[in-house]
């Protein structure tokens, strides 16, 4: 285990080195079950061991946030008597960014009779993740897709329904069959509330013991174990220990090293970030999903990207002038001045190719000059044909909400000109590395939801972040933790009076005080915009060699401005946002290496991860099975220093490896 | 119009409080070059960049999505809740609805069950505990049926959405001249009251919400309707009228 000594500050330029040729220090297993994979659960299941019911009570666990797997992950452990506490950054726990997913669900009941079924599922998010997710994994995931849907409709989540009375269902993007459930453009509320639901009336009941504003700093190890976290009441500034015998890290993703996403403002890497440099495993950071169709930037005070579904590719389609340097409204450009380029370049999937290959052909032609807009870092998505074949009715039927959304943001009439749209970053498949139990390489360590890195591989479908987030919290925790807890003694649980409680703390303090006494002269906001800059101008939608060594060097020297030029007002003794904000700026600063290495590492192109020195002479992805078909997780060796390479090789029984194509 | 091109001149009244015990008060700023395209949040950005710079501590506000659907954000705006637009929360409240040279008054949501932490912040957790005293139905991980089994008629299912659209933001109770909850606490007894999933705890549901919300200090229900011109998410005052009537049965039913 690599524990620093370092609490943050000045360091050493960034040694990226031969990261393309790493030769790994060790191989990790992810202790998948043997056998057919469909029989693999449910043997894996009996096999586990079980905790007493009358000694559950007596193991702690504490559990850090309270999205989706946060929440799910709690109600069902203090449902089955575990002695929960419950940490949460925000005000209230139905606050969690997991409530802003708009579009569904998914789940293989195959209500529909159009045949899907839980291999289909598993296959489409295997192929979907461009063969880097584990097999097992995934197919556990569908597996329980099916109940995570009952479960939400016994708590009261008001699901679409036909007039029947029967639930609808509706298709998404990677499937060619209607598996997703959804609550009109609010699947994420829905759900989230429905597990906060189940939380509350555990927190009313006494099961669980819920504390909010409480920012998690650290995570206690002792002897290789995960046995506690630093935490800051945000209110008073009060740094608190808290003890247990596991932890459960439920804490989302880290789309916001990029500053501007979709992500909601306090999302953050932290928990998770000092988590790995106590020793967990950082799995595949370069992972990052870009999404197509979001609101273009508009200017330097933005704050967040806002995303549009992507439903709307089905009847938008997406063009930009032929010529470089359009002036002219987009309604004014005539018909043969434009380039539909998607139905240009993929003729039978047109304007509904995937994320990623939307994504990465709308910043090629606005890297030719032709994007459109006062910043030519946007494409148009027109509406105007739709509208002439079906009416200005159908298609308010259809998009009434986003049509409205879009115009409240730019103030532009989608009915009368073009929407304007740019990708932009919405989530994260990379995370801590954990095995098939979502236990870290540190024993006691739990990581759920989109904080970890397993079922999506190196791109997710649409709507299975939310079937991820649940099944996990729900479904698989409520087994794997009893097995790890049965094997733990109850004595084992350690006092938080212990030197590395006290050692923890000492070192956030002092990180803290260390922020709070440069009073420099750059505010927190305006280091993590140039971060996001740079990590968006070169570990982006496309990414390359000479690109990624020249975001390493200039983020440690960033990294080493911050310490030295930050200016963060106020004390540590009170509720003070610019000191919140500092630290996870401070933690993506560091975070941002490591992913940005492990772009460099792996020279192959899959999934989100989009390498222009490996690319098919039509400009695809290109993977790189022979090299690349493995997880690469890695270990802190020091800020800035390179991480040392852990190996989990993947094996595709049942999902051959193809090259995928959309032509 | 010149503000186009060079932005919008403001002058703020925001509302300073260092913490629950101080007494608090108005200060003004003034603010230029704001951006028509920039949310009211931005603006607020800009102005806290520009404190900070000036070695001024900045305003504390909650805040998270930014797309209208966490309920974190909030404040009172010339005495509007989320300001003047209707159906808009503060973060989707863009700069180009105010006119140049717009004087803006911020306070917090004020009531009595939402002490003020610092600035427009304010505690809210009294509506977590009116949900934990009942917004729930009882069922365990594990114990659902298949999810078609119980048929719910499309009508209801929808009217259980529009209510279970409420974000807690607690504009409401910013809005209502007796600080009342009962729009919020009445949403989720009708999302749940409409479901069959959320018969079996019906009348003992609405008992203990509305003994809570009455025991956090939020006022009674005089039939202003501000709360539902306030409201972000345009939640009916129907369900209101609805939860007085379950009360009502339940009450009948208990006594």
Redesign the interface.
């Known amino acids: 285990m690599a524990e620093s000594k370092k609490t943050g500050g000045a360091t050493t330029a960034a040694p990226s080195g031969n990261a393309a040729s790493q030769a790994p220090k060790g191989t990790l297993d992810g202790r998948c079950p043997k056998g057919p994979i469909a029989d693999r659960w449910t043997q894996h299941k009996f096999e586990l061991k079980l905790v007493n019911p009358a000694n559950k009570r007596k193991y702690e666990v504490l559990v850090v946030g309270t999205g989706l797997a946060g929440a ?1 992950a709690a ?2 452990l203090a ?1 089955l008597g575990y002695n929960v506490t419950v940490l949460t950054m ?6 969690a ?1 997991s ?2 997913a708009q579009g569904g669900i998914n789940a293989s ?1 195959n ?1 529909k009779n159009d045949g899907d079924s839980t291999f289909r599922l598993f296959y489409d998010t295997v192929k979907g993740g461009d063969y880097r997710a584990r097999e097992s994994n995934v197919h556990r995931l569908a597996e329980v897709s ?2 995570i ?8 989540v ?10 609808d269902n509706r298709s998404f993007g990677g499937a060619q069959v209607s598996r997703t459930f959804y ?2 453009g ?1 699947t ?3 759900l989230l ?1 429905g597990a ?3 939380l ?2 555990n ?2 009941a006494g099961t669980i013991k ?1 504390l ?1 504003r409480r920012d998690v700093l650290d995570i206690v190890v002792v002897d290789g174990k995960a046995r506690g976290v630093i935490a800051r009441n945000l ?1 008073n500034g009060k740094l608190e220990r808290y003890g247990a015998h596991a932890v459960l890290l439920c804490t989302g993703g880290y789309g916001n090293v990029f500053f501007l996403s979709t992500n ?3 999302c953050n890497v932290t928990a998770a970030w000092r988590a790995h440099r106590r020793g967990a495993f950082f799995a595949n950071p370069c992972f990052t999903q870009i999404h197509p169709t979001c609101i273009p930037v ?2 330097d ?4 990207l ?2 549009m579904s992507e439903s709307l590719r089905n009847d938008g389609r997406v063009w930009v002038p032929k010529k470089a340097g359009e002036t002219r409204p987009g309604a004014d450009v005539p018909e043969d001045e434009r380039d539909y380029f998607l139905e240009r370049r993929y003729p039978s999937f047109g304007n509904l190719v995937p994320r990623d290959v939307a994504s990465r052909a709308a910043k090629q032609v606005c890297d030719e000059g032709r994007g459109v807009g006062s910043t030519r870092l946007a494409v148009y998505l027109d509406f105007r044909d739709a509208i002439q074949r079906l009416g200005k009715n159908a298609i308010a039927e259809r998009y009434g909400n986003l049509f409205q959304m879009y115009e ?4 532009e009439d989608p009915y009368r000109v073009p929407m304007r749209i740019y990708p932009a970053v919405h989530y994260t498949m990379g995370g801590l590395w954990v095995d098939y139990n979502l236990m870290s390489n540190l024993p006691g360590l739990f990581v759920l939801g989109e904080a970890n890195f397993s079922d999506h591989g190196a791109n997710r479908l649409g709507a299975s972040a939310l079937m991820q987030g649940l099944a996990d919290g ?2 698989v925790i ?1 087994y794997t933790l009893g097995g790890f807890l049965a094997t733990e003694p109850l004595g084992s649980k350690v006092s938080t009076d212990h030197a590395a409680f006290a050692q923890a703390e000492a070192e956030t303090k002092e990180r803290l005080q260390k922020m709070l006494s440069a009073r420099g002269k750059r ?1 927190v ?2 280091f993590h915009r140039e971060l996001g800059i740079l990590m968006w101008d070169h570990c982006g939608m496309a990414r390359n060699d000479a690109g990624l060594r020249r975001a390493a060097g200039r983020i440690a020297e960033l990294r080493e401005e911050f310490w030295k030029n930050v ?1 963060v ?2 004390s540590g003794t ?2 003070n ?2 000191l919140e904000k500092a630290g996870r700026v401070a933690d993506f600063l560091e975070f941002a290496q490591t992913m940005v290495h492990d772009a460099l590492y792996r020279t192959e192109s899959c999934g989100g991860h989009f390498r222009e020195e490996s690319q098919t002479p039509e400009g695809e992805a290109q993977r790189d099975d022979q090299n690349f078909s493995h997880v690469a997780a890695w270990e802190f060796t020091g800020i800035g220093e390179k991480p040392a390479l852990h190996r989990e090789e993947l094996s595709f029984e049942y999902c051959k490896p193809s090259q995928r194509s959309y032509k | 119009m010149s503000s186009k091109e060079q932005g919008l001149h403001l002058v703020l009244e925001v509302w300073r409080q260092k913490g629950p015990e101080d007494a608090g008060r108005f200060e003004s700023y003034v603010l230029d070059s704001v951006s028509p395209d920039n949310s009211f949040l931005e603006m607020l950005d800009q102005l806290n960049e520009k404190l900070v710079k000036e070695g001024q501590e900045p305003v504390a506000f909650d805040h998270d999505c930014r797309e209208g659907i966490c309920g974190a954000c909030g404040c009172v705006v010339n005495g509007q809740a989320h300001g003047h637009e209707k159906g808009t929360t503060l973060c989707q409240l863009h700069m180009r609805s105010f006119p140049n040279g717009a004087k803006l008054v911020l306070e917090p949501f004020r009531a009595t069950a939402f002490p003020v932490l610092r600035d427009l912040v304010v505690d809210r957790s009294a509506f977590d505990r009116i949900i934990q005293a009942g917004g729930f139905v009882s069922v365990s991980t594990g114990s659902a049926p298949d999810a078609n089994l119980v048929p719910v008629a499309k009508d209801n299912a929808e009217k259980a959405m529009d209510a279970a659209a409420c974000i807690g933001c607690g504009a409401c109770v910013a809005s209502c001249k007796n600080s009342s909850a009962m729009l919020f606490t009445s949403a989720k007894v009708s999302h749940l009251a409409l479901l069959p999933q959320g018969q079996v705890e019906r009348e003992r549901r609405v008992a203990a919400m509305v003994a809570q919300m009455d025991a956090e200090g939020f006022g009674a229900c005089t039939n202003t309707q501000e709360c539902e011109a306030a409201c972000p998410k345009e939640i009916s005052i129907e369900n209101i009228a609805r939860m007085n009537r379950e009360f009502f049965k339940a009450k009948l039913k208990r006594l």
């Open positions: 799910a109600a069902s449902e925000h005000d209230s726990p139905r606050r960014h409530i802003a009941k209500y099916g109940n849907i009952d479960q939400c409709v016994a708590q009261g008001p699901f679409a329904r036909e007039y029947g009375g029967y639930l609550a009109r609010q994420g509320q829905q509330l906060y639901s189940a509350s009336r927190v009313g819920m909010t209110v909601a403002k306090a508009h200017g005070i933005q704050s967040k806002t995303l409240k943001i730019t103030g729900y479904f409520p505010t906001d305006s200016n007002p106020g009170e509720l946002q610019s």
